[in-house]
């Protein structure tokens, strides 16, 4: 896996999970997520095309959703709803996969300067 497939799993999660989450809550706030990952899909093609500001900006959207994604989770786990918990977990864990991606890319880049 590259920084690029995994920013569109990442992207793809935020997404579906997202969607999934504001349907079933009808809450405004579930809709951020979903926000995001458009915005993360977006940046594709330039991650695609080894754009340095792209690349620095999807880290920027993946690393505030991230932070993010923590209040949600407390809120889950306060409320004792596994589902809410099972669904923050995993666009945590995908976000988290692609900022270690975003990282090796870096570092392999700098090294290849």
Known sequence: MNSLKANILNSICLIVIGLWGYLESTSGTA???????????????GLKKENKVIAH???????ICLIGLF???????GREETVGVIRVSVMILTSITAMVYFIKSFIANRKKA
């Open 71 to 77: 209040m949600p989770l407390k809120g889950a786990i």
């Open 31 to 45: 809709i951020i997520p979903l926000i995001f990952g458009w915005a993360l899909l977006f940046c594709s093609p």
């Open 57 to 63: 900006i999807a880290v920027l959207l993946t690393f």
